[in-house]
């Protein structure tokens, strides 16, 4: 625990201007992020007497081993630095809102020649029209297929499409009329995406005039005594009148609108936001968020508006937004979303009428949120409590172990060995931490040394990290084998080598480290760390066969009870690390598999190894060809015809496939698809898939 007075800023080095500030730990990871007026007045707060400080404050600036600012012109550049940052860095002590979902958006795919209308989740993309959220697909679905009468948007897949196309027979919503069928040139592509503009213009909330339009032509029809052509119209009005009827009026004067409720207690807080679009509810969603610092309702609405608009520009931040407690101050905050928005943006709190009242359902709606919340998560964040606390007696630690890392070795054979390791923090799973592993330090099997290699190499670079340059070592294990997975892999370009906060691949060490395994794999363990000279980090591992824990130099296991939490966690981490490790090995094989001989050759690019396959059909035929022949191929000379050659000629065949019917081999003259790179498949091997199964470790 540090001294707040170890690090404080010496008199008149803080400016009297507008900036954000970090606070850093002492690992230079940000644990904080905030914005002031006056830094200067600001930062003071945070280093007076302990006992003054909200409790959280004082574990944050007893966390906390540096702070640092930026200074800016204005109070609006402070809170987008702000939010830049609290979203690149994710601060351990800033109030971050989670979804308690992944709520779906009805999209349309504007950005294509022939828009698309399809459910959509995740990050938002440019060129999509976005309405929503709504709570379940199921609703997104039922609206899509009452619209889909009067707007005969394509709703199929890029690869219905093309099939449909390449055939000329378009899918069962042409041939239903729920879809203008442009696959099959039924309608131009101008016309179909007027047709989209139609849809989104009606999801935007400007129905009437399109009930007007159908009326008018329902009252035509009739009159021309086209009675059936009346009685489609007057069922497409039914069907966009009940479209219509699945979000009720609630704001008389078609307000555009979004309307944020907090509800709050000493430890948490739920937001519930309802959009509103030409007076209707158009969408809802919700985010609950740990209170880790002293923070008042206004400024809990600030970063809600902060996570909301953050990524939005246009029409997407609406006129109006309605809160229950403004930021303090207002004007910054307003000023930035009128930027976002690119017109006037009023941010008020609703006094009286409609609105006031729609805001006391939205309020209800947040409180139920939080005791729904907080009812799900009071046993599991007792369970994970006491199973960190058991797991700390088990193995006499002083304290509970907050971080575990576990390590997991996986192979097939003894080809392709690679390793996982899995990051579980205060009982949960940690997957931007995961990492994977190749082993390449020797060929063959051998767990015991895998697993040294791989403990060794992770620490080595945690100490690179610890003593500090804030760049990668050159020549330190930088190739893709210790990659991030679950998720993007990280680049090595300058934003990851600066020391600025960012997460690192092994900056952080862990209170536990657990191997999958009995004594060996804990001894490789332990005598890589002593190696590296690190003796504050504990080691165990979890044997499969009879679940024991085993502890270095001990020649009895620890047995926890089969119903302990601790014992529980610690299977879960393990598991983790297995489907991990098996998950990543499995990629690899198949990388394996689908190589070819051809991607041996020097010099030889993608598009000569095509030009080859599609001139002779096939490897096999490649290896029987002449080098005179081989050069007929366009783009290949001589001298590459003769590499070629040589490293098929040098290159094994593969064995043949078999036919598991009849038992027959099968010759690629026949016609079977060979293996390439370009024919992606996987050889047929022998014994069954359970039993190929039980080969993999």
């Not at 892999?489 to 536990?512: H, I, S």
């Amino acid at each position: 625990m540090a001294d707040p007075s170890s690090y404080r800023p010496r008199p008149g080095e803080i400016p009297d201007s507008p900036g954000v500030y970090r606070f850093r730990d002492e690992h230079r990871r940000v644990i904080y992020v905030g914005k002031a007026k006056s830094l200067r007045q600001r930062l003071a707060n945070y280093f007076q007497d302990l006992a003054n400080l909200h409790p959280r404050t004082r574990t944050m600036v007893t966390t906390a081993a540096s702070v640092e600012w930026t200074v800016v012109s204005t109070e609006v550049e402070a809170l987008q630095l702000e939010y830049s940052w609290i979203k690149e860095y994710d601060p351990r002590f800033n109030v971050k809102y989670r979804d308690d979902k992944s709520y779906p958006y009805l999209a349309v795919t504007m950005n294509e020649e022939f828009p698309r209308v399809q459910v959509m989740r995740g990050h938002k993309k440019k060129g999509v029209r976005y309405f929503g959220p709504y709570g379940h697909a199921w609703a997104i679905r039922d609206t899509v297929d009452l619209l889909l009468r009067v707007f005969p948007v394509r709703t199929c897949s890029a690869g219905v499409f093309k099939n449909a196309a390449r055939t000329g027979r378009p899918c069962l919503l042409g041939y239903i009329g729920k879809c203008s069928a442009p696959c099959v040139e039924r309608i131009s592509a101008e016309d179909h995406r007027e047709l989209a503009e139609e849809f989104c213009d009606f999801m935007a909330g400007r129905t009437g005039t399109y009930l007007r339009r159908l009326e008018r032509q329902m009252a035509d029809a009739a009159e021309e005594m086209e009675y059936e052509r009346a009685a489609r119209l007057r069922d497409d009005i039914g069907a966009l009148k009940k479209a219509m009827e699945k979000s009720a009026v609630v704001l008389a004067d078609a307000t555009d609108a979004d309307l944020i409720a907090v509800a709050e207690d000493e430890l948490e807080a739920a937001v519930q936001i309802f959009h509103v679009r030409g007076g209707r509810v158009r969408g809802q969603r919700g985010w609950v968020t740990d209170k880790v610092e002293e923070i008042t309702t206004g400024a809990l609405v600030e970063h809600a508006l902060q996570q909301l608009y953050g990524e939005e520009t246009g029409d997407a931040v609406p006129k109006e937004v309605l809160v229950p407690a403004l930021p303090d101050p207002v004007e910054p905050v307003q000023q930035w979303l009128t930027e976002r928005r690119g017109s006037g943006v009023s941010l008020r709190i609703p006094q009286r009428g409609d609105k006031k009242a729609l805001m006391e359902t939205v309020e209800r709606n947040a409180q139920q949120a939080l005791v729904l919340h907080k009812t799900k998560r009071a046993s599991d964040l007792t369970t994970r409590s006491r199973a960190l606390e058991e797991i700390a007696e088990a193995l006499d630690l002083d304290s509970a172990p907050l971080r575990i890392e576990c390590y997991d070795i996986s192979h097939l054979q003894g080809d392709d060995v690679v390793a996982s390791m899995v990051v579980f923090e205060d009982g949960l799973a940690r997957k931007s931490e995961y990492r994977r592993f190749q082993i390449k330090g020797f060929a063959g099997q051998d767990d015991v040394r895998s697993m040294h290699e791989v403990i060794t190499r992770r620490f080595r670079r945690y100490l690179a990290e610890k003593e500090k340059t804030g760049e990668w070592a050159d020549g330190e294990d930088t190739d893709a084998g210790d990659r991030l997975t679950d998720g993007p892999a990280p680049t090595d370009g300058p934003a990851l080598k600066d020391d600025d906060g960012r997460p690192k691949r092994f900056a952080y060490p862990p209170q536990l480290v657990v191997v999958d395994g009995g004594q060996p794999q804990v001894a490789a363990a332990q005598r890589a760390l002593d190696e590296l000279g690190i003796d504050d980090i504990a080691v165990c591992g979890l044997a499969k066969r009879l679940e024991e824990v085993w502890l270095p130099g001990e020649d009895d296991p620890v047995v926890l009870p089969r119903t302990s939490e601790g014992l529980y966690l610690l299977q879960r981490v393990r598991d983790e690390a297995h489907r991990f490790a098996i998950t990543y090995q499995r990629l690899k094989r198949s990388k394996r598999f689908r190589s070819s001989p051809l991607d041996d050759v020097p010099g030889l690019g993608e598009t000569r190894k095509q030009a080859l396959i599609k001139h002779f059909g096939s490897v096999k035929k490649l290896r029987s060809a002449t080098i005179d022949q081989i050069c007929e191929v366009p783009g290949i000379g001589r001298k590459t015809a003769e590499t070629v050659a040589v490293a098929l000629a040098a290159a094994t065949p593969a064995a043949p496939a078999v036919n598991t019917a009849t038992g027959e081999i099968i010759d690629d003259e026949d016609g079977a698809p060979e293996t390439t790179a370009d024919a992606p498949g996987e050889p047929v091997s022998a014994g069954t898939p359970d039993e190929r199964r039980g080969q993999e470790r």
